[in-house]
């Protein structure tokens, strides 16, 4: 496992979908496309963007905290039939519990709780990304901004 920092998030034209791009120490990067959501939900705390209410992951991060839990890391950690697979550790009362996640979710909620984030090395093989264009990411951090989160509900 190596750890990673979160890039960016970028917009690929051919599929219009967003990619959460990580990168390691060695320059290494993993493009992993996400959901819109979720991006914007990145993007938000990358950007500390404070919402009127909370949104799924920050309420995920209050219930951690509430519980008196700490989010340890989490670890991308393969990719079967195109589905990369993520888990959240998490640490309470001296014990830890590894939880199922989507990248996607593991990585907002990183974000917020400033927990490390780690990749098997194995998923560094064969994975190229295209360096992100600061115009591609101010257009969509955009777009995002124009996504009203009510048409969602």
Known sequence: M????VMGVAFDGSTNMPIVVLKDKRDRTLPIWIGIL????ILFALENIKTPRP?????LKNIIENLG???KEV?????????FYAKVVMGIDG??????????DAIALAIRTSSPIFVADSLFTN????PIDDDEVKRFKEELKNINLADFL
Do not use: F, M
């Not at 949104?55 to 309420?59: E, G, I, N, R």
């Not at 670890?75 to 589905?83: D, E, H, K, P, V």
């Open 38 to 41: 979720e991006a914007q939900s």
């Open 75 to 83: 670890a991308i950690t393969n990719l079967t039939n195109n589905t």
């Open 55 to 59: 949104l799924t992951h920050d309420l």
């Open 69 to 71: 839990a700490e989010l």
């Open 2 to 5: 190596t750890e990673v920092e």
């Open 95 to 104: 014990k830890t519990a590894e939880i199922d996640s989507r990248p996607s």
């Open 127 to 130: 994975q190229t990304a295209t």
